[in-house]
């Protein structure tokens, strides 16, 4: 078994098969290797095994409140070296976790940074990021669509407040001009959802 599949069993177990951090772990695997496709100086290795951790400390974030990219970046040091990875692969990897973020953390620097950075953000786009961020409402028994003036003022978070106030300013946050075109489409899609969303909402 060569590195890759072992992380990416070691990432299956700890996460679960068919969770949804896992099924989204993988996407941006494909995002990132689509991305890299445009550059061939890209250490495609370096970045497949970035994508494979770069939420791996997810679920123990929960337990301690600590930034998730904090706790993956020393989690995949310590599976990487039992794995005796070498030490600039290992600090490349590491690097990616760190940077993922665009709330918290460091910016990406180097090229699989950036390719990292802008797959895990791609991913929120299109049709998942319009389940997730509808599934996201309805767990926190919150509705669907609603005046955003009156939202606010009641301090409710619908779907469609999460599509004007995050994702609509993801694509400007992109790093890689392949990763904005990437991008258009699926931020069209969304679009034309959540301006159905709002014309058929009666209330």
Not at 71 to 90: H, Q, V
Not at 119 to 142: E, F, H, M
């Amino acid at each position: 078994m060569d590195s890759i599949e072992k992380i990416r069993s070691i990432v299956k177990e700890a996460m679960g098969e068919m969770d949804h951090d896992y099924l989204h772990v993988l996407r941006v695997e494909a995002l990132a290797l689509t991305i890299a496709g445009s550059f061939p100086q890209a250490r495609l290795t370096i970045l497949r095994l970035g994508a494979l951790l770069h939420d791996i400390g997810r679920k123990s974030s929960g337990s301690t409140h600590e930034d998730h990219a904090t706790i993956g970046a020393r989690m995949a040091e310590e599976i990487l070296k039992g794995l005796e990875m070498d030490s600039e692969t290992i600090d490349a990897v590491c690097g990616m976790i760190r940077t993922h973020r665009y709330r918290k953390g460091p910016a990406p620097v180097s090229l699989e940074e950036k390719i990292l950075y802008d797959a895990d953000k791609i991913d929120a786009l299109g049709a998942y990021g319009i389940v997730r961020t509808i599934a996201y409402a309805l767990k926190d028994s919150q509705p669907m669509h609603m005046d955003l003036t009156k939202a606010k003022k009641q301090g409710l978070h619908p779907a469609n407040r999460e599509y004007h106030e995050k994702l609509i300013h993801l694509p400007e946050l992109l790093y890689l001009e392949p990763s904005k075109a990437l991008a258009l489409g699926r931020m069209q899609l969304m679009e034309d959802f959540f301006t159905g969303l709002a014309r058929e909402t009666i209330v």
